[in-house]
C-alpha cells in the first residue's frame, strides 16, 4: 500500500518592488526592459514603452535608452519590403505590422518584418510575434517578441 505525507507551508509572496510595477502593463513593463530575448513593448499611442537590449540590436536601433518614449516608427526603426532593391514601407503597410496590429486587432498577430539598419544595403528578416496588453479590460499597448530568420 502506498503511503502519501502531505505538509501545508505559507504561501511564498514576493517582496514589493521598489519599481513602480502596479498593472499588468508594468509588469511586462519591467520584465521586457530586463529581458536577454528580443523583445518590445508599445503603449496605445505606439510610443516605445520597453525594449531589451538585443530586440534593440536586431531591429538596428541603438540603446534601449535612444528608443524608449519615442513612437515607435519614428525611433529609427526602419522597415523596408521583400523586393530586390527594397523601398520603405508606405503607412498602409506599417500598420499591418504585428506590434500596430495586434494594438488595433486586439487580437495575436505574426509576420515576418525586414528591418533596414543605417547604411545597410540588404536588410534582415525578423520573425514577430505580437498581442494586445490589457490593463483594466482594455488594451494598453502590444508585447512582440521577434527572432532573426
Known amino acids: 500500500m502506498a503511503h502519501v505525507e502531505l505538509s501545508l507551508s505559507e504561501v511564498f509572496a514576493p517582496a514589493a518592488s521598489t519599481e513602480q510595477e ?30 531589451s537590449s538585443s530586440g534593440c540590436d536586431l531591429l538596428c536601433l541603438g540603446a534601449p535608452e535612444d528608443v524608449i518614449g519615442l513612437p515607435l516608427l519614428e525611433g529609427g526603426l526602419r522597415l523596408v519590403d521583400f523586393t530586390a532593391s527594397p523601398s520603405e514601407l508606405t503607412e498602409q503597410e506599417t500598420d499591418k505590422i504585428p506590434p500596430l496590429l495586434a494594438l488595433h486587432s486586439e487580437r495575436l498577430a505574426r509576420g515576418l518584418l525586414r528591418v533596414q539598419g543605417p547604411g545597410s544595403d540588404a536588410g534582415r528578416t525578423v520573425d514577430a510575434i505580437s498581442t494586445p496588453v490589457l490593463t483594466d479590460g482594455a488594451v494598453a499597448g502590444s508585447l512582440t517578441f521577434l527572432s532573426a530568420v
Request: with cysteine; hydrophobic share 45%.
Open 22 to 51: 502596479s498593472d499588468n502593463f508594468g509588469q511586462w513593463s519591467g520584465m521586457v526592459s530586463r529581458a536577454a530575448e528580443p523583445c518590445l513593448l508599445i503603449d496605445a499611442d505606439t510610443t516605445v514603452v520597453a525594449i
